[in-house]
């Protein structure tokens, strides 16, 4: 069983950062890949970015590069996402979520344990 703990979010300005975290526990030693996805009203959920958890495997939504970065804490088995220069375009519903092994995927179908997700809100 594997649970995913979210934290950070919240309003922010246009051009301002914030940084989302994922916790996990689980019962097993196996390793995991995390990734990151968003909803915004209206829309279809969508890639952010994903990292196994030894950090080693890494790949970002090429619309987010060089504003959004992904790190793992293999031993805090938490992960973040680190986000620069928000738009308001980047107003959505942030999830985590999880999957076995060190694979890194882009499609949501692939993973099996998600977060709750968090707001996140930039304001112009």
């Known amino acids: 069983q594997v649970e995913l703990v979210q934290s950070g979010g919240g309003l922010v300005q246009s051009g301002g950062s914030l940084r989302l975290s994922c916790a996990a526990t689980?019962?097993?030693?196996?390793?995991?890949?995390t990734g990151w996805f968003r909803q915004a009203p209206g829309k279809q959920r969508e890639f952010v970015a994903a990292?196994?958890?030894?950090?080693?495997?890494?790949t970002i939504s090429d619309s987010m590069k060089g504003r959004f970065t992904i790190a793992a804490d293999n031993a805090k088995k938490t992960v973040y996402l680190q986000m620069q220069h928000l738009r308001p375009d980047d107003t959505a519903v942030y999830s985590c979520?999880?999957?076995?092994?060190?694979?890194?995927?882009?499609?949501?179908?692939?993973?099996?344990?998600w977060g709750l997700g968090t707001q996140v809100t930039v304001s112009s």
């Open positions: 689980v019962g097993t030693q196996y390793t995991f890949t």
């Open positions: 990292t196994n958890w030894s950090g080693d495997w890494t």
């Open positions: 979520a999880a999957r076995m092994g060190r694979k890194v995927g882009t499609d949501q179908t692939e993973y099996d344990y």
